[in-house]
């Protein structure tokens, strides 16, 4: 299961270019790497513990700004499809993940 977190910041002044930064590092520090410009993702091993994830960003949420959250699965990630112009880019999933329980 993936976890994709979307989001579009205003960073205008001082205070939100803070709080960009900051909601970017917190993503960062629990294990999401950015996909695309703000487009972060994480692998999860079960719906559970997608939902603790969900729960931790929703618990860092900036005061303004939009932010998606999304569950896909494994098959629906593989499915993507992407372009460089016209030209076909291979998925590149980020870095095996170790959980330790």
Known sequence: MWVLVLFDLP???KKEQKAYTEFRKNLQKDGFTMFQFSIYIR????????????KR????????????????????FGNIELF??????SVESPGQQLELF
């Open 11 to 13: 960073t205008e002044t």
């Open 84 to 89: 460089y112009g016209k030209k076909v880019c």
């Open 43 to 54: 692998h999860c091993a079960s719906s559970e513990n997608a939902q603790v994830h969900i």
């Open 57 to 76: 960003v929703k618990s860092f949420l900036p005061e303004v700004g939009n932010v998606g959250i999304i569950c896909i699965t494994d098959k629906q």
